[in-house]
Structure formats: C-alpha cells, structure tokens
Nanobody, 119 residues
Framework: QVQLVESGGGTVQAGGSLRLSCTTS????????VNWFRQAPGKEREFVVI????????DYSDSVKGRFTISRDKAKNTVYLQMNSLKPEDTAVYYC????????????WGQGTQVTVSS
C-alpha cells in the first residue's frame, strides 16, 4: 500500500493559477498511473486528468484541457497539477489517485485539497 498526500490548495481569484502537489510515501510514482479527480459540494466526483505511463501521454477532461497540466518530478517523487485560467466552476476538493501503470484503475486515494476560485 501507499499513502498519497495532496497540498497546494487555496483560494484564488478567477483567472488566477494554482499548483497542486501529490507526494507518495510508498513506491515511486514511476510504478503507477496517477490521476487527479475533483468533487464540488453536492456534485459527483469528476475526472480531471490521468497520466498512465509517466511519459507525458496524459489524457485531460474537456473541461480542463488547455488550462491544466500534469507533470512528474521523479527526484522528489511528486506529481503536480498546474492549474491556470481558473474559473469559479473549478472550485472543488481535488484528489490525487494512483493505480497500476498503464491502467485507468484506481487503487489508492489521497485525502484531497480544497481549491476555491472566487468571481
């Protein structure tokens, strides 16, 4: 098992940027596919992005494509989600998740970090 810890959430004005971090205390992220999901109050959990291979071949949801970017720092064993041009509808708790490399399955979840975008 692994432990995922998210950080970097906060409150920003619409149009601003945030960078979320996800760090694992277990095996290196190179052994896993890494996902970001988000969930707003009263809404279902929403897929944001998946990096199946750690090679830049990430798949983004249409709602964030062109604004969000996932990246990995192998030396720090950290995955980042750079979020630009934030909109109020991006407000949610953002979760890091991991599963088998090359798969969209999820085996591990972080506890989430709150992102609030004010208008």
């Amino acid at each position: 098992q692994v432990q995922l810890v998210e950080s970097g959430g906060g409150t920003v004005q619409a149009g601003g940027s945030l960078r979320l971090s996800c760090t694992t205390s277990g095996r290196a992220f190179s052994n896993y596919a890494v996902n970001w999901f988000r969930q707003a109050p009263g809404k279902e959990r929403e897929f944001v992005v998946i990096d199946k291979w750690g090679d830049g071949s990430a798949d983004y949801s249409d709602s964030v494509k062109g604004r969000f970017t996932i990246s990995r720092d192998k030396a720090k064993n950290t995955v980042y989600l750079q979020m630009n041009s934030l909109k109020p509808e991006d407000t949610a708790v953002y979760y890091c998740a991991a599963g088998p490399r090359g798969s969209s399955l999820v085996d591990y979840w972080g506890q989430g970090t709150q992102v609030t975008v004010s208008s």
